[in-house]
């Protein structure tokens, strides 16, 4: 990475991920007077959705896709996404090794864009991935102890939430970002 910030000093750095949403509310801790128990919604419904995420470890923007399925396919078109949200200078993403992050359609995209470089995370390490404080984030705005019953607007209020908040990210500093850039204003 810092030879990066050397070399293309306009680099946009990301980090994705992806996660999945559910109607039925995930519990969080809640204070409620003595003798009145709060009451959580259950769904026993499993409909869901997921939702691509990638934080700009600068900016602490967030870009953010709506998806019923994860394959390479979807995956593929994200990427096309962040590319044209990012059009003209140079991006590294970091992401996982997720299944649907390989195969032909990402390939073939890497193979056409060569201003997008991945890194990827070491095998089983969401506590490396900044998008995953992103996801508990927002669960924890959106939908711990929510009350909501319709899906569609849980799930509206969860990409809202994700696409108007900036997220405040220490990625970078934590491997020296911040001092090589220093060196080239």
Known sequence: MIDTAQDAPDTVFLAEDEAGLYLQATNSYVFAPV?????????AGRVQTHFYGTLNLSTGKEIVLRSEIMNAEVSAQYLQMLLDAVPTLPILLFW??????????????????????????????????????????????????????????????????????????????????????????
């Open 35 to 43: 003798g009145q128990t709060p009451i959580v919604r259950v769904d």
């Open 96 to 185: 996982d090794r997720a299944p649907w992050h390989r195969g032909k359609p990402i390939e073939n995209l890497l193979a056409q864009n060569p201003r997008l470089q991945l890194i990827f995370f070491p095998t089983a390490s969401p506590d490396l991935n900044p998008q995953e404080h992103v996801w508990k984030a927002a669960r924890k705005a959106v939908s711990h102890n929510h009350i909501e019953p319709r899906f569609a607007e849980l799930a509206n209020r969860f990409e809202k939430h994700l696409s108007s908040t900036a997220f405040k990210s220490t990625f970078l500093d934590r491997y020296g970002y911040s001092g090589i850039c220093a060196m080239f204003i």
